[in-house]
DNA sequence: GTAGGGTTAG
């Protein structure tokens, strides 16, 4: 069970309060060092852009060129600093390698003055640059004045709209790219599919993957998307027949496929598919040795996760943070938390994930005192806390029956207004049920907005744990009901 | 030519 701590909990008799989970540390879920998913969605943009930036790095000095020429409207700096007036492809190239939003909007004042006319190449560029820097108003705008469109254009504002969660509009777009008359591609059926996944619109979905069948759009990209889509919806079998039906593939479907198995619960199958990746010649990147971890942790594959652990310190990617978390839960998992804590111990670098990793471990494993330890560690380092932190601090408490330690966290819980989030509250009930505190687990179970399978398994053991029985079948009735 | 598949912890 998700936080069942199977050695016998060391019992803690006096602890000093733990330390204060300050609102401005207290992060969501997907939160990694104070970033919000947004800002983080952001950061891995700018790093593709800087990598992008690095290649057109000539390219690049032309942008700066083009914004100081656009913000002198006299243009008195084209014939000294400001080079000559660039064509479409120039611009076009600077806008791929824009950094800023400041700098798209330079080069769109500079595409005006010095085109006279955008031309569906340039104004392509402008819709994904705008899109990029989160201006899907101004990537419409251009969209909307342009006169002759391509099928890159409705491709790249349907991605536009889609990034954004706003895929009512991918939808209308779609529709209105068919009713004037334009094709879609398979990029297009990429687009709409994965906006069809992050809405879980399976009928949807699958209409647009017949689409994709009857005009042969099917190629590596194309499939890969449609097995993910698949999989988004719960649809395993889909996702795997996709995938078997795959003329070619590369280490980015194959991680797809292994990444599918382990989100599901399939962790036997994961390993499969990564042993036959391995034999057939592909290279695992660090986002395959991530998920093929993952399957040794559910699997408790510990042979096959030391020598993946092996294969991790001899390449590149053994300093890459999210590898490291996994190892550190793997090794957790499989019941060799001095292990996890030796990867812990030797890791370059660390972040929320793997400082709560190493906290989840030690809770997981018995050491809740460790794990309280840890903790404050992390907080003396000014390390971010997450609600999945919480979670192994709770996990730790209940490890401990430290009725004490863990109220205090409720408190802090509380106070940061965290009390309705799934995770937490589940485990809230789990730690109070564990303690012996049926009324306030019950109390917690009963305000819970949302209530998922660790919550009722959590009061039902612990009404069972007590022996009444009576109520745990109540809950049991309730729970079919509801679910 | 441009738009494009997997994005990781309990």
Known sequence: MLLCCSPSPPRVQAFSPLPPLHPSCVLSSSGEQGRSKKSKQQRVKAQFFH??????RAQSHQVDGYCSAAEDPGGNLAGSAAPSLPDAEALASCLRSCGSLAGVRGVHAVALR???????????????????????????????????RSVVSWTAMMNGYRERGHHGEVRRLFLDMVASGAQGNGLTFVCLLKSCGQRRHASLGRQVHCCIVKGAWSNMIVDSAVAHFYAQCGDVTSASATFDRMVSRDVVSWTTMITVYVQHGHGDKALRVFSAMVSEGFHPNEFTVCSALKACAEEKALRYGKQLHGAVVKKLYKEDIHVGSALVTMYARCSEVFDAQAVFDRMPRRNTITWTS?????AQSGYGEKAIMLFRKMKM???????????????????????????????????NSLEDNLQIGSTLVWFYSKCGQHTYAARILEAMPDRDAVAWTAMISGYNSLGHNVEALKLLDEMYGMV
């Open 381 to 415: 380092r000014r390390v971010f806390v997450n609600n999945l932190t919480i979670v192994g601090l709770l996990s730790a408490c209940g490890s401990m029956q430290s009725v004490y330690l863990g109220k205090e966290l409720h408190a802090q819980i509380i106070k």
């Open 114 to 148: 010095s085109l006279g006319s955008l031309g569906i190449f340039v104004s392509n560029n402008l819709i994904s640059a705008y899109s990029r820097f989160d201006e899907v108003l101004d990537a419409r705008k251009v969209f909307d004045e342009m006169p002759e």
């Open 51 to 56: 990598a992008k930036v690095r290649s057109l």
């Open 358 to 362: 190493m906290i989840s471990g030690y």
